[in-house]
């Protein structure tokens, strides 16, 4: 069973930049795509971000486009997204997710980590 672990979520100020960490393990980490996804107060989940299993390609939503860059360390198990130049609206919680290769669906998630971001 895959099990996701996020972190480096925290509240910073309008315009500071983050770091956001998830841990795969339980499976062969490269078999997997991976996304990063957020979910703000009162607001559906949404996608962020994603990238393929070997990590030469990335695929962003328009909102975070220029800001946010997702990366994978498939020697660590591990999944980045560095963003800049936070916004208020960036205030959410950030779930990384893991689509197995050939997948439709995403079908493992992790507890979330929280990003605010004050103005």
């Known amino acids: 069973q895959v099990h996701l672990a996020e972190s480096g979520g925290r509240l910073v100020p309008v315009g500071a930049s983050l770091t956001l960490y998830c841990a795969f393990s339980?499976?062969?980490?490269?078999?997997?795509?991976m996304g990063w996804f957020r979910q703000a107060p009162g607001k559906d989940r949404e996608f962020v971000a994603r990238?393929?299993?070997?990590?030469?390609?990335?695929h962003y939503a328009d909102s975070v486009k220029g800001r946010f860059t997702i990366s994978r360390d498939n020697a660590k198990n591990m999944v980045y997204l560095e963003i800049k130049s936070l916004k208020p609206e960036d205030t959410a919680v950030y779930y990384c997710?893991?689509?197995?290769?050939?997948?439709?669906?995403?079908?493992?998630w992790g507890q979330g980590t929280q990003v605010t971001v004050s103005s």
């Open positions: 997710g893991a689509r197995a290769s050939g997948a439709a669906e995403y079908s493992a």
């Open positions: 339980g499976y062969r980490f490269d078999n997997y795509a």
């Open positions: 990238i393929s299993l070997g990590g030469g390609v990335d």
